[in-house]
């Protein structure tokens, strides 16, 4: 299971990789308009120099030849980039091309396995699915993820499984469909660090250690 940063914040990104288990970046066309500024080229260099790991950039076209050419010049730009396409006819058709070209696509916005199936044939790396908003309002959000998974193993699919989610519970229900990876935004992932009985638990423990020991650390007795 992969964890990345959904956000085209770049404190936020700078932020988030911070942690130790971040290992890539996802950005939409809506973020990076309220954060890209007017120097798109150089804000797309200043992101991919804090970001470890690939970056999920997205077209901002909605005709094949376009995002084919927004796709090409993307990865001509920027290092280790995966491009976000939407699951349309003309999408679809673009991710084809782009696919064949050994460039790496993301179908992005897939909430059904219909979806998502039709993304894998086109030879996409990855399908992303808005899980996080599905579960607000649908039971079998989590069975979603689990049979799109699964018919990418029946038919062969290379294609990994993608999820946004906005907490623990939902990175469980993740976790449990066996998706590849998961896109949260920042406070989302330092959530995954934080269980108040696991605080109490830890504290409880040093308090006891300093109350034999003091200030005395391992390393100045070994």
């Excluded at 907490?167 to 993740?174: C, H, P, S």
Aim: proline fraction near 2%; charge should be negative.
């Amino acid at each position: 299971m992969q964890f990345l940063i959904d956000s085209a914040n770049l404190a936020e990104v700078e932020e988030a990789f911070r942690l130790p288990f971040v290992q890539g970046v996802t950005t939409n066309t809506r973020e990076v308009a309220y954060h890209g500024g007017a120097d798109l080229k150089g804000y797309l260099s200043e992101l991919r120099r804090i970001a470890r790991g690939t970056i999920h950039i997205q077209v901002t076209s909605a005709d094949t030849d376009t995002m084919i050419r927004e796709g090409r010049a993307l990865t001509k730009a920027v290092d280790d980039i995966r491009i976000k396409m939407p699951v349309t006819a003309n999408g679809l058709a673009a991710m084809q091309v782009l696919a064949s070209e050994g460039i790496e696509v993301a179908a992005t916005a897939v909430n059904t396995v219909a979806m998502g199936v039709l993304a894998a044939k086109m030879g996409a790396a990855s399908v992303i699915s808005y899980f996080g908003a599905l579960a607000d309002f649908e039971e079998d959000a989590g069975d979603l993820l689990a049979a799109t998974k699964a018919a990418f193993t029946a038919y062969g699919f290379p294609t990994e499984v993608y999820f946004f989610a906005k907490n623990a519970k939902q990175v469980k229900m993740g976790i449990q469909a066996g998706a590849d990876a998961c896109l949260m935004p920042l406070a989302g992932l330092k959530s995954l660090l934080d269980h108040p009985l696991s605080t109490r638990e830890v504290e409880f423990m040093n308090a006891e250690w300093e109350r034999v020991y003091g200030s005395i650390r391992w390393d100045e007795v070994v």
